[in-house]
């Protein structure tokens, strides 16, 4: 049985934009950017320097006033990049890949949906790794650990062919997948904890329900990135979120998009599954596109959120880190990326 147990939420006001060191345990970190930069850091390890091993699931891009390429580089200086899943050949999901890449200067392992050729990424660095079409962990057969304890399955690629620009992932050919963090089953009592991240994933409600029913219990996940920025509701719809049963719920999004839209609020806020926290801020848009602001006592969280500032709103971003004890005990800081 999973226990996860809530640790109350915590603001701060202040960050250098760098990785904290690696503790005893596993991280979740949410960047700012648009298409999703998310940062997986093991727990800490004999053999790591004192920021940890990390694996990448897409590079992302800056919105207006974000954090940039310059800041993401930061942030990682000193870890020891494992792996970059990048779920998507769109641009908004992999603009400071290559800068990532020429940065650290080692040969990094990159898994990929659909044609290498449509990434368009310039770096020597990349050592790409094609995972083929595929819509249930058994039938993709692609398991890589991370370091000890932590996994990424893949649950599926390629749904829609692969016909893209250049053979190229589409939305509906995002990368979905899995990762597991066994290491929190200290006593053997059948403790882990998971996440679900899907890219760009969007389709049809026909894809949908062939997937959900090809992959079943694999799309489960006690921790959600909200697929191709919180859109809806080809992307996240309620049949998909029925099936992924989260607990906790982030995206990064980009406000000029007017997203995430507040539809998966209204979803969240009566959910039997997810958590609940103490209030923090949330900002989504409705079918008009008109802002809303939100202090939702359920685990929906994102990295860019307008906040009241005398007579106006005013855009604050925030690195959310999602931290995972041995007991699966699940953690949550917003900081913000600007001051």
């Known amino acids: 049985m999973k226990v996860i147990l809530v640790i109350a939420l915590l603001i701060q006001v202040s960050l250098s934009l760098e990785i904290p060191d690696a503790d005893d345990k596993l991280h979740i970190y949410a960047l700012p950017l648009v298409g999703g930069c998310t940062v997986i850091q093991c727990p800490k390890g004999e053999e790591d320097g004192a920021k940890g091993a990390v694996t990448i699931i897409d590079t992302g891009k800056s919105s207006s006033n974000s954090i940039g390429g310059k800041d993401v580089k930061r942030f990682l200086s000193g870890t020891t990049i494992k792996h970059i899943f990048l779920t998507n050949s769109n641009k908004n999901s992999r603009k400071y890949f290559k800068d990532i890449l020429n940065s650290f200067k080692q040969y990094i392992p990159v898994h990929h949906p659909c044609s290498w050729k449509s990434y368009d990424t310039g770096s020597k660095y990349a050592q790409p790794k094609e995972i083929q079409q595929c819509s249930s ?23 829609g062919e692969c016909k893209g620009r250049d053979d190229g992932a589409n939305n509906i050919d995002s990368l979905i997948a899995k990762m597991t963090y066994t290491g929190a089953d200290t006593y053997g009592y059948g403790t882990y904890v998971t996440a679900l991240f899907s890219g760009n994933f969007e389709a049809s409600g026909s894809v949908v329900s062939r997937l959900i029913e090809k992959a079943g219990e694999d799309l489960s996940a006690d921790i959600y990135r909200l697929s191709n920025e919180g859109n809806y509701p080809l992307a996240n719809s309620r049949t998909l979120l029925n099936a992924i049963k989260a607990r906790y719920v982030f995206t990064s999004s980009e406000h000029k998009k007017s997203l995430p839209r507040c539809e998966i609020y209204d979803y969240y806020k009566t959910n039997d599954n997810i958590d609940h926290v103490e209030r923090h801020p949330y900002t989504c848009y409705d079918a008009n596109k008109k802002l809303t602001n939100i202090d939702p006592e359920v685990a929906l969280y994102g990295t860019n959120v307008y906040q009241p500032d005398e007579k106006k709103y005013k855009k604050v971003f925030f690195v959310l880190d999602f931290s995972i004890n041995s007991s699966g005990d699940i953690g949550v800081k917003m900081t913000n990326a600007k001051n």
């Open 137 to 159: 962990i058994s039938e993709c057969d692609y398991e890589i650990e991370l370091c000890p304890g932590v996994t990424i399955s893949v649950v599926a690629a390629g749904l």
